[in-house]
């Protein structure tokens, strides 16, 4: 009887309390913290833009070069790109051409937005493209044009046969 009473009594603590196992459990949290700081990044693709006048054709018409995806941009706020010269002349080392006979112009065609435009070279940073949306490996394509009006003129003609060179600096500013 005794032991039909301990069977009994087993039955009805599995039926009730069924025969899971009991298992430990114990919980534990960590802090995940993330810490941004800003960041803004420009990279050029096109090491040179070449302009060749070796025909008369050449200086009587517009020349001008589109670089596709010249510009990478990778910012975390809005930015403006700008352009400027490094000097105040295309030189030859003794010979010297304005820089003002080039026009560079921001165009659509990248992944980049904002509000493209054209401005003429100078050493002044000059804003090609405004408020261009945040964004990671953002481009944008960029043309570079010597209007036929100032080839033809005498910022170009008369002056020594040569290669004349200047250095083009974008830059993006975070918004």
Same mark, same amino acid.
Request: charge should be negative.
């Given at each position: 009887?005794?032991?039909?009473?301990?069977?009994?009594?087993?039955?009805?603590?599995? !039926? !009730?309390?069924?025969?899971?196992?009991?298992?430990?459990?114990?919980?534990?949290?960590?802090?995940?913290?993330?810490?941004?700081?800003?960041?803004?990044?420009?990279?050029?693709?096109?090491?040179?833009?070449?302009?060749?006048?070796?025909?008369?054709?050449?200086?009587?018409?517009?020349?001008?070069?589109?670089?596709?995806?010249?510009?990478?941009?990778?910012?975390?706020?809005?930015?403006?790109?700008?352009?400027?010269?490094?000097?105040?002349?295309?030189?030859?080392?003794?010979?010297?051409?304005?820089?003002?006979?080039?026009?560079?112009?921001?165009?659509?065609?990248?992944?980049?937005?904002?509000?493209?435009?054209?401005?003429?070279?100078?050493?002044?940073?000059?804003?090609?493209?405004?408020?261009?949306?945040?964004?990671?490996?953002?481009?944008?394509?960029?043309?570079?044009?010597?209007?036929?009006?100032?080839?033809?003129?005498?910022?170009?003609?008369?002056?020594?046969?040569?290669?004349?060179?200047?250095?083009?600096?974008?830059?993006?500013?975070?918004?």
């Amino acid at each position: 009887m005794k032991n039909l009473f301990i069977i009994s009594t087993l039955a009805l603590g599995v !039926f !009730f309390f069924g025969t899971n196992n009991a298992q430990a459990q114990s919980t534990g949290t960590t802090t995940v913290n993330l810490t941004l700081s800003d960041v803004i990044s420009l990279e050029t693709s096109a090491a040179e833009v070449n302009f060749v006048y070796d025909t008369a054709e050449a200086y009587n018409t517009d020349q001008e070069y589109t670089v596709e995806d010249n510009i990478k941009v990778t910012s975390n706020k809005n930015f403006d790109i700008s352009v400027k010269a490094n000097g105040a002349n295309f030189t030859d080392g003794t010979n010297n051409i304005p820089v003002g006979v080039l026009d560079i112009t921001a165009v659509a065609g990248g992944t980049m937005g904002g509000t493209p435009t054209t401005v003429t070279l100078s050493t002044t940073d000059q804003d090609i493209n405004t408020n261009a949306a945040l964004g990671s490996e953002l481009t944008l394509d960029v043309n570079y044009k010597i209007p036929a009006t100032r080839s033809s003129s005498s910022d170009i003609l008369g002056k020594p046969a040569a290669s004349y060179t200047q250095e083009v600096t974008y830059t993006a500013t975070a918004l």
